[in-house]
Nanobody, 123 residues
Framework: QVQLVESGGGLVQAGGSLRLSCAASGRTFSNYAMAWFRQAPGKEREFVAAIMWSADTTSYADSVQGRFTISRDNAKNMVYLQMNSLKSEDTALYYC????????????????WGQGTQVTVSS
C-alpha cells in the first residue's frame, strides 16, 4: 500500500517561509517523479513543482519560480518543498504526488497522492 504523507504546513505572514515535507512509503520509488500540487478554495488543483528520481531535473510553475525549491532524499524516501517569500495567493492545500517516469504538470498523470497539508499566508 503506497502512502504519501505531507507535513509542515501552517500559518505564516506574507514574506515568510515554510518547508513542506512528504514521506513516501509502501514501495520503491526508483524512477518515480515526485511533485507538489496545490488547491485553493474554489479553484482547480494546480501544479507547483516536480522533480525527477535522479534529482537532476526539476520543473516549477511560473508563479513560484525563484521562490520555491523542490528537493528529494531518495535514501529516506522524502520530498521537500522550501517556500520563501510567501504571498497571500500561495494560500492553499498542498498535495504531494508521485508518478512513474518523467515529470508532467498535469495532475491526472500522477497515480499516488497524499491527503494534503494546509498553508495559509496572512497579508
Amino acid at each position: 500500500q503506497v502512502q504519501l504523507v505531507e507535513s509542515g504546513g501552517g500559518l505564516v505572514q506574507a514574506g515568510g517561509s515554510l518547508r513542506l515535507s512528504c514521506a513516501a512509503s509502501g514501495r520503491t520509488f526508483s524512477n518515480y517523479a515526485m511533485a507538489w500540487f496545490r488547491q485553493a478554495p474554489g479553484k482547480e488543483r494546480e501544479f507547483v513543482a516536480a522533480i525527477m528520481w535522479s534529482a537532476d531535473t526539476t520543473s516549477y510553475a511560473d508563479s513560484v519560480q525563484g521562490r520555491f525549491t523542490i528537493s528529494r532524499d531518495n535514501a529516506k524516501n522524502m520530498v521537500y518543498l522550501q517556500m520563501n517569500s510567501l504571498k497571500s495567493e500561495d494560500t492553499a492545500l498542498y498535495y504531494c504526488a508521485s508518478k512513474w517516469g518523467s515529470i508532467m504538470v498535469g495532475s491526472l498523470r500522477y497515480r499516488y497522492w497524499g491527503q494534503g497539508t494546509q498553508v495559509t499566508v496572512s497579508s
